[in-house]
């Protein structure tokens, strides 16, 4: 059974020396979102997640909204085990895939078949599974030859389509997306849609971010509003939703 407890969890990113700088620390706060609190002259602190309490469990489908900065990226990353909170207690149990970051353990000089071990590996694969997963990989990419290149050399859509292949490749029981991917051109996006909706309906728990709100009905049952760190609704989808466009 999959299922995700967070217990006043708080993660804020300290910037030493930043109060000269108010540009770059204006900057990193609409990059990670929160508030900036100073501490003394030389310290200031972005809150990315304030006190954050959170229960799901099997069968749970959670729609995250609020606007740009509100800590949903933030939140996602803490769920799919990226960041460890320094404040408060997170027990997730369960396998996990993170389509947020779709290309972080990759390396833009090794090959396509080397990086799909390396993202494979990176996603917790044993690697014995994941040299099995690379035939299927490749068929899915439609990449061909390329996959013997170096990543630094495909194109923007063909990294992506490279890094949906091997995150999709297994299906897990909690499953963390951050918006709802374009992946290549119309024929592929078409694959690769039918593929997210079977890997989203057989996961036991599904988190998504998205600022559509056709997106959060048609995927989730319930929703979480974030304003400044801070979960401050969750509950059943439409009232969240009337509530996050009241504030606008």
């Not at 030859?145 to 029981?173: C, D, H, K, Q, W």
């Not at 694959?191 to 890997?199: H, N, Q, S, Y």
Request: proline share 3%; net charge neutral.
């Amino acid at each position: 059974m999959a299922s995700i407890v967070l217990d006043r969890v708080t993660v804020e990113f300290p910037i030493y020396n930043a109060r000269k700088r108010s540009l770059k620390a204006e900057l990193i706060r609409r990059a990670v979102g929160g508030r900036i609190q100073s501490d003394d002259d030389s310290r200031v602190s972005v809150v990315a997640l304030r006190d954050i309490s959170l229960m799901l469990k099997d069968g749970d489908r959670l729609g995250l909204v609020g606007h740009n900065g509100a800590g949903k990226s933030t939140l996602l990353r803490v769920l799919s085990r990226v960041y460890e909170p320094p404040v408060g207690h997170a027990e997730i149990k369960g396998t996990i895939s993170s389509l947020t970051d779709l290309t972080m353990g990759m390396d833009p000089e090794a090959t396509g078949y080397e990086n799909i071990l390396l993202r494979s590996i990176f996603l917790g694969v044993p690697i014995k599974q994941a040299r099995q997963m690379v035939p299927e990989i490749e068929e899915f990419t439609e990449l061909g030859n390329f996959l013997n290149l170096p990543m630094r050399t495909y194109s923007s859509g063909m990294m992506v389509r490279l890094a949906f292949a091997i995150s999709t490749a297994v299906t897990p029981e909690i499953l963390i997306m951050d918006e709802v991917i374009a992946a290549g051109d119309a024929a592929f996006f078409e694959k690769a849609e039918a593929r997210l909706d079977r890997m989203v309906g057989s996961s036991r728990i599904l988190v998504v971010a998205s600022h559509s709100d056709t997106v959060i009905r048609r995927m989730c049952n319930k929703a979480a509003l974030l304003r400044e760190g801070r979960i401050t609704m969750i509950g059943d989808v439409d009232e969240v939703l009337a509530t996050y466009h009241g504030q606008d």
